[in-house]
């Protein structure tokens, strides 16, 4: 997988688990992720639950270990490389998440439309 669709990746979990954790658990605490992958190195910080960390860090770790070029979606995946109870977390935190995300971004684009009347 390039660094590119590493990062892509990576992004994607940046957005989604906030939403998720913030609208479905309490105790949330800041904390400082470094990434490497390919001689490259990803930081951010993020701010979940203790559940949601441990979540997001078995995420990482199976992403940086996909074996797959090119990586397809994990539920496409022939071989999964999540746990079976870490695969239902994990599909029921993006699918929250997206929804939400989803309808977020068509309100936006519905204000867009009413403001230019």
Known sequence: M???KFSSE???LEKFFPI???DKHTGQFSKHYKIFYQENEINFDISLCKEC???????ITRLQECPNDPKPRCRKCPNSCYDKDKYKQMAKMMRYSGMKLGVTKAAQRLKKI???N
């Open 114 to 116: 009413f403001k230019k």
């Open 2 to 4: 390039t660094f590119e």
């Open 10 to 12: 990576i992004k994607t």
């Open 53 to 59: 960390h441990n979540l997001l860090h078995y995420a």
């Open 20 to 22: 998720y954790c913030n």
